[in-house]
């Protein structure tokens, strides 16, 4: 086993160098330290939130539409409640759903497509990948909401397991993001079945759920990290769309998609700030976790690093 281990030692070296140093550079950009701090925002505000918030958030008022003042921060809704303190707790859903998306979408998207992988060419490869070339051609803003639909707004019970409508939410939109994952992982196998090192643990004995998952997994997993910030961007994006349709988070439930809701039909009354603030959170949220993903693809990816030289290398030439 000697050629199987140095193999794969040294590519194990090579990542546990990355995880050390990935920190670090990231920390040197100052595009990469604005979104660790947005995520750090953002990661406060869902944690210890909602025990900030100075009213319960589901507390009838006797000011409504009332604008922001000191005692209200981000002004009272039509019912008289406070939106800060709806605002904070509707961020934890927010952001929970999309976490939760991400998780759902990500282990089974990556299970998937290393097991086709696996097999490329043979049957099971084509049913995983027809069915996930299925789930791509409906549009997000319809298949989610018909699988929520499917799945009801209230508490499901499997078993003795019972499953809340926000994680029922977050399944639905993990549904729709399980082929990205799938595809990506899929590639990423595909190449690295190509290296040495997965031919030396073949040629002495090493079994195929051995090499997915001591092998090929921790190799793949740059590439499906780094979706995982783009997919959390759009789980989030897509959770306040299907909430402000009426299909996500229902009331008195609050969501940045509900608390946008709410707004619509009060915005041409003045009541500016129901709207613009769950929209600067949903923004910035995509903002932030974009320019993150980009960050780690430029770190993690190779060929991103190369393409990027590529482009700048091209301007320098046009602009001489």
Known sequence: MTVTT????????VHRADEVSLLRRLAARKISMVSLIG?????????????????????????????????????????GRDVFSRFLYGSRVSILVGFLAVVFALVLGSLLGMLAGMKSGKLRDSAIMRLMDVILAFPLLVLVPVITGILGQRDL?????????????????????????????RAS?????????????????????????????PNIAAPLVVQAAFGLAMAVSVEAAVSFLGLGVQPPGAS???????????????????????????AVFVLVFNLLGDQLRDELDPRAKTTTRKRKTSREGASK
């Open 157 to 185: 019970a499997v078993g003795p397991l019972v499953i809340g409508p926000v994680v029922l939410i977050a399944m639905a939109i993990g549904v729709v993001l399980v082929p990205v994952f799938a595809r990506i992982a």
């Open 256 to 282: 940045w998609g509900t608390l946008l809701a709410d707004a619509r039909q009060y915005v041409t009354l003045g009541a500016w700030w129901l709207v613009v603030f769950p929209s600067i959170a949903v």
């Open 39 to 79: 995520v750090g925002v953002y990661l406060a505000i869902a944690l210890v939130g909602p025990f900030l918030a100075p009213f319960d958030p589901a507390a009838l008022g006797d000011d409504p539409l009332a604008a922001p003042s000191g005692t209200h921060w981000m002004g009272t809704d039509s019912a």
């Open 189 to 217: 196998v595909l190449a690295e079945m190509r290296e040495d090192y997965v031919t030396a643990v073949r040629s002495f004995g090493g079994r195929s759920r051995d090499i997915l998952l001591r092998n090929l997994l």
């Open 6 to 13: 140095t193999a794969t030692t040294e590519k194990f070296s």
